[in-house]
């Protein structure tokens, strides 16, 4: 006799034959140790927030690795422009104070 799986929250009863095709449906990701045997049935009492967790879980669970940990450059490469540009720009300043200290002294008749 095959198992049927049932799982109970505040919006109705789910069931099924298989876990698979539970979790499937439910898009969850729920364990044969979670459920509670009763005769040849497994059933499950949840609540909205634990539903909600086991959907994440299963969420998650999809997400490949590499990309959680991927690392973007971009912030990087932005920095280093405004690096450069802050570079030239001390350039020009420090350029234009030495004028401006020879066109004072000039007119000063130093």
Excluded: A, H
Aim: aromatic residues 14%.
């Amino acid at each position: 006799m095959k198992n049927k799986y049932f799982v109970i929250t505040d919006n109705g009863v789910v069931y099924s034959s298989s876990l698979k095709l539970l979790n499937k449906k439910n898009k969850t990701q729920f364990k044969e140790d979670d459920f509670k045997s009763f005769g040849g049935e497994r059933i499950l009492y949840l609540n909205d927030s634990d539903i909600t967790y086991q959907r994440d879980l299963n969420y998650l669970s999809q997400i490949p690795i590499s990309k959680l940990y991927s690392v973007d450059r971009k912030p990087f490469y932005v920095q280093l422009i405004s690096f450069l540009f802050l570079i030239i720009i001390l350039i020009q300043v420090s350029n234009c104070s030495s004028l401006l200290v020879k066109l004072v002294n000039y007119f000063s008749g130093r």
